[in-house]
């Protein structure tokens, strides 16, 4: 059974850091490519980042170029979402989703997408 579990959200004060986790089990990571992303309140879900299936290519919203990273960790089985310097913007619901296919390419329509994690809440606030 595929299942993704993220953690790592909660209250963070402006200009801080945090560092998301999704934890995948029931496939390798090494055959899927992990997309986080982002909804923030009121808005529609968008893609913010995603590391390939070989763990050599990753992508990022134009939005969060320069302050997000992920990364992936193959022995355990873990993707991470490191957000820097926290803005407002960041407030919402962060999922982690595999992509549908085995060797699969990073993309923006989550409909390629065929398990979601429950999702992390992220909230920025002083």
């Known amino acids: 059974q595929t299942l993704l579990m993220e953690s790592g959200g909660g209250l963070v004060q402006p200009g801080g850091s945090l560092r998301l986790s999704c934890a995948a089990s029931g496939f390798l990571l090494r055959y899927y490519a992990i997309t986080w992303f982002h909804q923030a309140p009121g808005k529609e879900r968008e893609a913010v980042s995603c590391?390939?299936?070989?763990?050599?290519?990753?992508h990022y919203a134009e939005s969060v170029k320069g302050r997000y990273t992920i990364s992936r960790d193959t022995a355990q089985n873990l993707v991470y979402l490191h957000i820097h310097n926290l803005n407002s913007e960041d407030t919402g619901t962060y999922t982690c989703?595999?992509?549908?296919?085995?060797?699969?390419?990073?993309?923006?329509?989550?409909?390629?997408?065929?398990?979601w994690g429950r999702g992390a809440q992220v909230t920025v606030s002083s």
């Open positions: 989703a595999r992509s549908r296919s085995s060797f699969g390419p990073c993309t923006e329509s989550d409909t390629e997408y065929s398990d």
């Open positions: 590391v390939n299936y070989a763990g050599d290519i990753t």
